[in-house]
């Protein structure tokens, strides 16, 4: 207990420290003021064995044993540059964040590029909280990959420290470094189902120019005249016109709709906040996926009936950051 718990704290005082050398970059060029060696634990196991070899040689006075022993030093010792040299040169450079839902991994592009000819392999990536990736660059000069991270919550999730070792060639030494990347992923809320479609609809009311009105025949509002066909219904006939000699022509009726809807925030009153932003995630995916216009109403916002890609992104960046403290950046952001 007390030996895992000093590994445990003077690992995480190594980590800091490697990270306050390591300020938030575009792109990196891995150096010796970056790149970290220990023997690994089968070199710790290694080192032993030669001291015990070396020891039976004193005892005995073996040449051959003796012999043995200074070369495998020497190989051990040879190790420790090309361990080095796995890592020293190789060239980091932070691409995107891609957005997800809560719940998801997300997804974090960087690129590897190559120093000159030299070729590097066994080379393995992580973020903090993620898992393992491993990649060779024997033949490609760059390698493009992609890291995952897991989003417990809605907001901007900043990408943890990331992670480069190798074990590269015998497994003796361990070289790694951290590195702080400079990448943010949107998170978006995690869709809840619930509710009806029919609380979302929006009504006629008020002016009605400045609201988005569809048509529908068969309806009781006048709107003109059309020239009367054969089988149309006596009862249509403009008959005043008909009588003043300006030809027969049949009234024309339409049933006015707004077909829009309207996401708001006091649809569910009963609802906590985050259940709220949920359920309200989960209709506008809804929406989006039938081809229907919706806008969305929270305290402080308001986002304008519309349909599309660009209106869906628009839509989930405002529920994401509702009543954190990165609201402000997507409102930068949004037209």
């Known amino acids: 207990m007390v030996i895992g718990s000093i590994?445990?704290?003077?690992?995480?005082?190594?980590?800091?420290?490697?990270?306050?050398?390591?300020p938030r970059l575009k792109q990196l060029t891995l150096n010796q003021r970056r790149i970290y060696i220990m023997p690994s634990r089968a070199g710790f196991v290694f080192l032993m064995l030669l001291l015990v070899m070396l020891i039976l040689a004193i005892n005995f006075q073996n040449n051959l044993m003796f012999a043995v022993t200074f070369l495998l030093a020497?190989?051990?010792?040879?190790?420790?540059?090309h361990t080095y040299a796995n890592l020293s040169g190789l060239t980091i450079r932070f691409i995107?964040?891609?957005?997800?839902?809560?719940g998801e991994q997300a997804a974090f592009d960087l690129t590897l590029t190559a120093k000159g000819a030299r070729q590097y392999e066994s080379i393995q990536l992580r973020l903090r909280s993620g898992e393992e990736t491993a990649v060779d660059l024997i033949e490609e000069r760059?390698?493009?990959?992609?890291?995952?991270?897991?989003?417990s919550r809605r907001g901007f999730l900043p990408a943890d420290a990331l992670q480069i070792e190798t074990f590269y060639p015998l497994g003796l030494f361990r070289a790694w470094t951290w590195l702080q990347v400079d990448l943010k992923s949107l998170v978006y809320p995690r869709p809840v189902e619930g509710g009806q479609l029919s609380d979302l609809s929006g009504s006629v009311s008020?002016?009605?120019?400045?609201?988005?009105?569809?048509?529908?025949?068969?309806?009781e509002e006048f709107t003109g005249l059309e020239q009367y066909q054969d089988g149309m219904s006596l009862k249509r006939v403009a008959w005043k016109n008909y009588a003043r000699g300006q030809g027969m022509y049949a009234k024309q009726y339409v049933e006015l709709n707004d077909n829009?809807?309207?996401?708001?925030?006091?649809?569910?009153?009963?609802?906590?906040p985050e259940a709220r932003i949920s359920r309200l995630t989960w209709w506008l995916l809804q929406l989006h996926r039938r081809g229907e216009e919706y806008g969305l109403l929270l305290p402080g916002i308001e986002i304008s009936p519309d349909r599309g890609e660009a209106h869906r992104v628009r839509v989930l960046e405002a529920l994401a950051c509702f009543g954190l403290d990165d609201q402000h950046r997507i409102q930068e952001r949004t037209p």
């Open 260 to 272: 829009r809807r309207w996401l708001s925030w006091d649809l569910w009153p009963e609802l906590s």
């Open 96 to 102: 995107r964040g891609h957005p997800c839902f809560v």
């Open 206 to 219: 008020g002016d009605q120019s400045q609201a988005h009105i569809g048509e529908r025949h068969g309806g």
């Open 7 to 22: 590994r445990q704290r003077l690992g995480r005082a190594v980590f800091d420290w490697s990270l306050r050398r390591s």
């Open 74 to 81: 020497s190989l051990f010792v040879v190790t420790i540059l």
């Open 142 to 151: 760059q390698r493009s990959l992609t890291l995952y991270q897991k989003a």
